[in-house]
């Protein structure tokens, strides 16, 4: 069992920056790949990045790559995502996720509560 809490979220201007933290808790938190999805209004969860569980091996969402960056430090059981010039179409919720490294979020077992992410243009 993990539990997963996001934070970082809030109101940035474009061209800003925003960093992410996703807390876990339970005994398996390095035995399992970490993502990042968002949701916005009237749209489905779409895939942001995802970084195995050794920290080795990242991927990330064509509209992302270049501007954000994925992370984690297994000892403190946190995984971050970095928001670099963040764009209006960034706006969403983000939600912080646990389970076998892919781009589909039917892969990952367990699921944080979410954290808006507003970009004002």
């Known amino acids: 069992q993990v539990q997963l809490v996001e934070s970082g979220g809030g109101l940035v201007q474009a061209g800003g920056s925003l960093r992410l933290s996703c807390s876990a808790s339970g005994q398996a938190f390095n035995k399992y790949a970490m993502g990042w999805f968002r949701q916005a209004p009237g749209k489905e969860r779409e895939f942001v990045a995802a970084?195995?569980?050794?920290?080795?091996?990242?991927y990330y969402a064509d509209s992302v790559k270049g501007r954000f960056t994925i992370s984690r430090d297994n000892a403190k059981k946190m995984v971050y995502l970095q928001m670099n010039r963040l764009k209006a179409e960034d706006t969403a919720v983000y939600y912080c996720?646990?389970?076998?490294?892919?781009?589909?979020?039917?892969?990952?077992?367990?699921w944080g509560q979410g954290t808006q992410v507003t970009v004002s243009s």
């Open positions: 970084i195995n569980w050794s920290d080795s091996i990242t």
């Open positions: 996720a646990a389970g076998m490294y892919s781009g589909s979020p039917d892969l990952y077992r367990y």
